[in-house]
């Protein structure tokens, strides 16, 4: 699977992958997934948000076990956020078919769409509408780099952007999703272990920061008679890193914009996307008004109109606690019975990045696995996982599928 999925949306200067949704790499992943699905003679199904379904047993059955992620990724991004889960995924269904499991509820691998919203700004698009989280209309007006919305982009893909919405039906008949994911940071390396359970996902949002100032000439402008907007976005990136030094949050501005974007301009616009991030609420309120005021202040000082807008928004997920107790002793209790006894339990731990199992953890009982990455590093090529280390979790994947799905 990884031989097929590798030299798709690679981009061969970077060496990452530029999966975006809706566009020819997103469908060549869509592809391959179909592809899977009819290899193993599962049952295969695009819901009307995009996102793509393989079935064993009955999709309109009762109390589904769902498991799986996404294949789109950021820009430059790595191999493995996303499609390790998915697939681990299909590993994890072989792996169960070769113990001879026989299956008492109907059992999914879902493929979620556009998760990272590196194109239309928006992360777990396929998700959130599904969940009702993102209304049609929003979904409607949602624009990229070049001004193509989202339905445009859909259409273009062969994809019906009228048909998209609400799955409420769906959702209620799946009795748990479990999400397998690389993890984003180096808890696993720093406790020794190839695999841990989730606890829970900051809250976290994206914020649009439009700085306007005068477009004038480089060369001929006196610095006392200029209005800089980058100025003040630079110094908007230095607050950001204070503030979030002081409180304890994460802030980032990864993304920019500039107009008219000239060598030899003063600029007349520079939009800045803050990312934030904290593990309480209380935490990134103070953070990204600690930001803002910040901005206000050198903005008004350097006769600089600023907009805020905030784009996105994830409160906090505490995954349920039910279900995550239900992995912790399917996966200990394996540990303790099996030839691999380490007596050791597995780790639970708490993650600043976003999934669609956390969105959709608010209509589905949900959890998260998630799998060593010895360095830490994820959203670039660099992202990394041991293949033992992804033997390991499918392994454990496939424990919690058979102890859900085949009790
Ligand atoms: C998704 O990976 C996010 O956390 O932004
Ligand atoms: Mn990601
Ligand atoms: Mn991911």
């Not at 061969?12 to 020819?24: F, K, L, P, Q, V």
């Not at 062969?158 to 748990?176: M, S, T």
């Not at 919690?400 to 009790?407: D, H, Q, S």
Request: charged content about 25%; proline content about 5%.
């Amino acid at each position: 699977m990884w031989r097929e999925l590798a030299p798709l949306g690679r981009d061969a200067g970077s060496g990452g992958y530029r999966r975006h949704a809706w566009t020819a790499a997103d469908a060549e992943c869509r592809a391959w997934f179909r592809e899977q699905v009819e290899a193993r003679g599962l049952g295969y199904e695009v819901d009307r948000n995009g996102n793509q379904w393989a079935w064993l047993g009955d999709p309109l059955g009762p109390d589904a076990v769902v498991t799986g992620s996404h294949l789109d990724s950021v820009p430059d991004g790595g191999a493995f956020d996303g499609p390790l889960g998915v697939v681990s995924s299909f590993a994890a269904l072989d792996e169960l078919r070769a113990r001879g499991a026989r299956f008492t509820r109907p059992l999914a691998i879902a493929n979620f769409g556009d998760e990272e919203g590196a194109r239309f700004g928006l992360a777990c698009v396929g998700s959130r509408l599904a969940a009702g989280q993102l209304t049609v209309d929003q979904a409607h007006r949602l624009r990229d780099a070049a001004g193509v919305t989202l339905p445009q982009a859909m259409a273009a893909a062969g994809y019906d952007p009228d048909a998209i919405g609400p799955d409420p039906e769906r959702l209620a008949r799946i009795g748990a999703f479990v999400e397998l994911h690389v993890e984003q940071g180096r808890a696993l390396d720093l406790t020794g272990d190839p695999v841990g359970i989730a606890s829970a996902i900051w809250p976290h949002g994206r914020w649009r920061y439009d700085f306007r100032g005068e477009a004038n000439h480089a060369g001929t402008t006196r610095l006392a008679d200029r209005r800089d907007p980058m100025l003040t976005y630079a110094e908007t990136v230095l607050a950001a890193r204070r503030e979030a030094e002081l409180t304890g949050a994460l802030a980032t501005f990864g993304k920019v914009a500039v107009e008219p974007n000239g060598v030899n301009a003063i600029p007349s616009l520079v939009r800045g996307w803050l990312d934030s991030r904290a593990a309480d609420q209380a935490t990134l309120d103070a953070v990204v008004s600690g930001i803002e005021r910040a901005a206000r202040e050198h903005a008004e000082r350097a006769g600089i109109d600023l907009d805020v807008v905030r784009e996105s928004f994830t409160p906090v997920v505490d995954f349920q606690h039910a279900l995550r107790d239900e992995l912790r002793a399917i996966l200990t209790g394996r540990a303790r019975g099996g030839a691999a006894d380490t007596g050791r339990a597995v780790p639970v731990l708490g993650t600043g990045a976003g999934h669609d199992a956390g969105i959709l953890s608010a209509s589905v009982p949900t959890a998260m696995l998630f799998v060593r990455n010895p360095t830490g590093i994820s959203h670039s090529p660099a992202e990394h996982a041991a293949e033992d280390d992804c033997a390991a979790g499918v392994t454990a994947l496939a424990d919690v599928l058979e102890g859900l799905a085949c009790r």
